[in-house]
T-cell receptor
């Protein structure tokens, strides 16, 4: 069964450094998402992406964050200058559509900011 | 922001019996509801969904019930199996919004005891 893949599984970065999290969505999916889960908290929506542009972003997704689909398969989340509070699990998801279509999630990247 | 609420953080059920997980929501604009299952160190796995035009959807051992007037949904698992032990997330979205971001509940940890 096709799946969303994320790399790396764990990323350790010094505060203030840039980090790029990578995702390969399911191949026939058109909608892409990033979510995060801080330890002990809910899974939170960050951003959705369709047709090479952001569809919606949450208040968490400030100017430090950006997303890109650099080629036909990858979908990336960049955090420009990481902060301690960016430490979380970051999940990528994709869906074939938005109307009554489930989003399928990758296994996440654990981001640890030191 | 408690738009999706799972009031039971944990549930223990004997193998072979029925597991019932409950979820309440407050946003009347939600019209698509999903259940995800999550094992440690993995991403949420889509289980079953229901749109607001239905009150029941069944897939094998899993049945989701929706009571729109009460803004309540439940997931029934019967019979419960040891592999069902996981955290279950209730989630909701506005199916016809531009991006259909998913709003997650806080999860219920289901333990199936032998």
């Amino acid at each position: 069964e096709p799946e969303v893949t994320q790399t790396p599984s764990h990323q350790v970065t010094q505060m203030g450094q840039e980090v790029i999290l990578r995702c390969v969505p399911i191949s026939n999916h058109l909608y892409f998402y990033w979510y995060r889960q801080i330890l002990g908290q809910k899974v939170e929506f960050l951003v959705s992406f369709y047709n090479n542009e952001i569809s919606e972003k949450s208040e968490i997704f400030d100017d430090q964050f950006s997303v890109e689909r650099p080629d036909g398969s990858n979908f990336t989340l960049k955090i420009r200058s990481t902060k301690l509070e960016d430490s979380a699990m970051y999940f990528c998801a994709s869906s074939v559509g938005t109307v009554n279509q489930p989003q399928h999630f990758g296994d996440g990247t654990r981001l640890s900011i030191l | 922001d408690q738009q999706v609420k799972q009031n039971s953080p944990s549930l223990s059920v004997q193998e072979g019996r029925i597991s019932i997980l409950n979820c309440d929501y407050t946003n009347s604009m939600f019209d698509y509801f999903l259940w995800y299952k999550k094992y440690p160190a993995e991403g949420p796995t889509f289980l079953i969904s229901i749109s607001s035009i239905k009150d029941k959807n069944e897939d094998g051992r899993f049945t989701v019930f929706l009571n729109k007037s009460a803004k309540h949904l439940s997931l029934h698992i019967v019979p419960s199996q040891p592999g069902d032990s996981a955290v279950y997330f209730c989630a909701a979205s506005e199916a016809y919004s531009s991006a259909s971001k998913i709003i997650f509940g806080s999860g219920t940890r289901l333990s199936i005891r032998p």
